[in-house]
């Protein structure tokens, strides 16, 4: 098992930064992504890290804006999130999967923390 807990949301006005932070226990794990969901929509890829060389991919929507990083000392995946913008309001939640690579899907991830709001006001 792969225990994960998501942290650093908030409130934030439009052109404002957040990081979250996704720390994890357990078992070993190859890949570390960040989904998020918002109200009536389904969940969406943000970002993704392979936890052994640090490979990164993004979805279209946040590239630019958006990095993803790992601290492989404290188990702990960071997505620092610039330049907000009202529609990247969601809930947010860091996934751990063994298996894949660079997985943009989620039902590739086997575990899952419990989520952290961000809220972006215009």
């Known amino acids: 098992q792969v225990q994960l807990v998501e942290s650093g949301g908030g409130l934030v006005q439009a052109g404002g930064s957040l990081r979250l932070s996704c720390a994890a226990s357990?078992?070993?794990?190859?890949?570390i992504g960040w989904f998020r969901q918002a109200p009536g929509k389904e969940r969406e890829f943000v970002a993704v890290?392979?936890?052994?060389?640090?490979?990164?991919f993004y979805a279209d929507s946040v590239k630019g804006r958006f990095t993803i990083s790992r601290d492989s000392a404290k188990r702990t995946a960071l997505l620092q999130m610039n330049n907000l913008k009202p529609e990247d309001t969601a809930v947010y939640y860091c996934?751990?999967?063994?298996?894949?690579?660079?997985?943009?899907?989620?039902?590739?991830?086997?575990?899952w923390g419990q989520g952290t709001q961000v809220t972006v006001s215009s």
């Open positions: 890290i392979t936890w052994n060389d640090g490979s990164t």
């Open positions: 996934a751990a999967n063994a298996r894949y690579l660079i997985a943009t899907i989620s039902s590739h991830y086997d575990y």
């Open positions: 357990g078992r070993s794990f190859t890949t």
